[in-house]
């Protein structure tokens, strides 16, 4: 019983000569699970003079080569890396922002809902490119797509498209914008738009007046 709200004790390891700075554990929700075991790795090839070689490197981790090229961009992007030519300086982004970005209480809840965003198209697809980013972000804050709808995108492109990528994805955004869709709740008030919500729209519980405007005109609620 006292696990459950003290937690559960941890016995370390002697010996380990890999440390890792608390800033990466911080912000690793931000940054997304892969783009923070890379960093990992890499302190680690950093400590052991370990020269960087990403076919090795990915191998390790278990992904491709292109999406770990992908996510060391994202680094370099976020300022966890700096590209100085004949090497690559592992970085700690200032303080105040990274604390900034871990504190959901701190983010603004647009900015929150980008970043969670990203980590979503992350977990689902792949790291995505700068270019990626600009383009979720024109989504959310000049189309005025939700960060659930572009989700919901994703979804249905990864069940749609024979080979998922950005282009599909925008093609479905382009038809939803034109058709007024906006939030979640308009997705689930027309589920002929999409298929991974039709059993969600079918089972939506219905308003007392709804209830009534059936039970009055069946054939017409229909």
């Not at 709200?5 to 000569?17: A, D, F, N, S």
């Not at 020269?51 to 770990?68: D, F, H, S, W």
């Amino acid at each position: 019983m006292s696990q459950t709200t003290k937690g559960i004790l941890l016995r370390g390891m002697e010996g380990l000569p890999i440390q890792i700075p608390q800033e990466i554990l911080d912000y690793q929700a931000v940054l997304g699970p892969k783009a923070a075991l890379l960093w990992i790795n890499l302190v680690a090839m950093a400590q052991l003079r370990e020269p960087l070689k990403l076919n090795i490197l990915a191998e390790q981790m278990g992904l491709p080569e292109q999406e770990v090229s992908q996510l060391l961009a994202l680094l370099a992007d976020r300022g966890w890396i700096n590209d100085e030519g004949i090497e690559i300086k592992l970085t700690i982004p200032v303080v105040e922002e990274a604390a900034a970005a871990a504190e959901e209480s701190i983010l603004d809840e647009e900015q929150a809902s980008f970043e969670w965003l990203v980590n979503y198209w992350t977990t689902r697809v792949a790291a995505p490119t700068p270019e990626e980013m600009r383009k979720l972000l024109y989504w959310m804050e000049t189309k005025g797509l939700s960060h659930e709808v572009i989700a919901v995108a994703i979804e249905e492109m990864r069940v749609s498209a024979k080979s998922p990528g950005f282009a599909y994805l925008e093609g479905i955004l382009r038809n939803w914008h034109a058709l007024g869709i906006r939030s979640y709740n308009d997705l689930l008030e027309n589920p002929h738009l999409t298929k991974v919500l039709q059993p969600i729209a079918a089972k939506k519980e219905l308003s007392r007046a709804e209830e009534r405007w059936k039970e009055v005109f069946p054939d017409e609620f229909d």
